[in-house]
């Protein structure tokens, strides 16, 4: 009986195994075999690459936030909104444009771990004593200016909508799962 339970675990084990890798986890161990190797260099190339890989996981999770598009509306995502993100400090971001059937546009930009949001959390956590109008959008509270509702959730994420109308604005971001959002990236 031992010996045939002796023999079953190594059979368990590779079945708990990952039947093959991804790209990021072959980068990251090419990185350690070239480290190993004593190429420091191109260790840190594929490190660069796996970090590059798991930043593009990160925004297409943070893209899953964005409302679709109210009935009748129509919805484009920018795929190209992260590029600018290293420029501006590291983080990730998502952004979608929405015109309603009226031909009004608003934008909508989240942004995520980005020294920009500490910038912001002041000024939306401090609105009303700015002269800001404030609104209330589920749990989370929002600055209103001009064409342009702001929003912190959990510290760390930024949430910009600009767009003609405030109503408009507001219906868009209920469509939002914030208590989800707060959670991103853990």
Not at 97 to 103: F, I, M
Not at 156 to 163: S, T
Request: charge should be negative; glycine fraction near 8%.
């Amino acid at each position: 009986m031992y010996r045939s339970i002796a023999l079953a675990l190594p059979v368990l084990a590779l079945a708990a195994a990952p039947l093959h890798a991804d790209e990021i986890s072959d980068t990251l161990q090419s990185a350690i075999e070239a480290y190993d190797s004593g190429d420091v260099q191109y260790a840190l190339e594929e490190l660069d690459y796996a970090r590059s890989k798991l930043l593009e996981l990160k925004t297409d999770a943070l893209s899953g936030f964005l409302p679709e598009a109210p009935e009748g509306w129509t919805r484009e995502i920018d795929t190209e909104s992260n590029a600018a993100m290293a420029m501006m400090g590291g983080g990730v971001s998502a952004q979608a444009d929405y015109t309603s059937p009226e031909g009004e546009h608003y934008g909508l930009q989240i942004f995520a771990d980005n020294p920009m949001v500490a910038s912001m959390s002041a000024m939306i956590n401090n609105a009303g004593a700015m002269g800001l109008k404030t609104d209330r959008i589920g749990r989370q509270k929002f600055a209103l200016q001009d064409n342009q509702t702001m929003g912190l959730i959990a510290n760390r994420i930024l949430i910009q909508l600009e767009g003609p109308d405030a109503d408009t604005r507001k219906m868009l971001l209920e469509s939002m799962d914030f208590e989800a959002m707060a959670n991103f990236g853990n």
